[in-house]
Nanobody, 125 residues
Framework: QVQLVESGGGLVQPGGSLRLSCVAS????????MGWFRQVPGKEREGVSV????????YYADSVKGRFTISGDTAKNTVYLQMDSLKPEDTAVYYC??????????????????WGQGTQVTVSS
């Protein structure tokens, strides 16, 4: 049974950092593309970053390039999202997802089949 469990969200001041973790079970990380997505109330879920362990590739939304870093630890079957220089507009529920390949763009949430429960990130002073 595929399961994704996120942790690491919280309240942080602008300019601060957080590291999100996503522990995967029921499969190994090299089977799927692993992504982080976020959603705020009233808006569509958007892709933040994706990693392909098997392909050795990473992808980032323009809004987070240079500030966020995605990585994977195959020994722990865990994907991380290091978020630095956080801004108030980064406030959202962050979801971990697994999926692909698909006909959708790599950062399109429609291409992902398995989802975690989400973790809240709030950037505020």
């Amino acid at each position: 049974q595929v399961q994704l469990v996120e942790s690491g969200g919280g309240l942080v001041q602008p300019g601060g950092s957080l590291r999100l973790s996503c522990v995967a079970s029921g499969f190994t990380l090299d089977r799927f593309a692993m992504g982080w997505f976020r959603q705020v109330p009233g808006k569509e879920r958007e892709g933040v970053s994706v990693i392909s362990i098997s392909g050795g590739s990473t992808y980032y939304a323009d809004s987070v390039k240079g500030r966020f870093t995605i990585s994977g630890d195959t020994a722990k079957n865990t994907v991380y999202l290091q978020m630095d220089s956080l801004k108030p507009e980064d406030t959202a529920v962050y979801y971990c997802a697994a999926g692909g390949p698909s006909g959708f763009g790599v950062l399109n949430p429609n291409g992902y089949h398995y989802w975690g429960q989400g973790t809240q990130v709030t950037v505020s002073s």
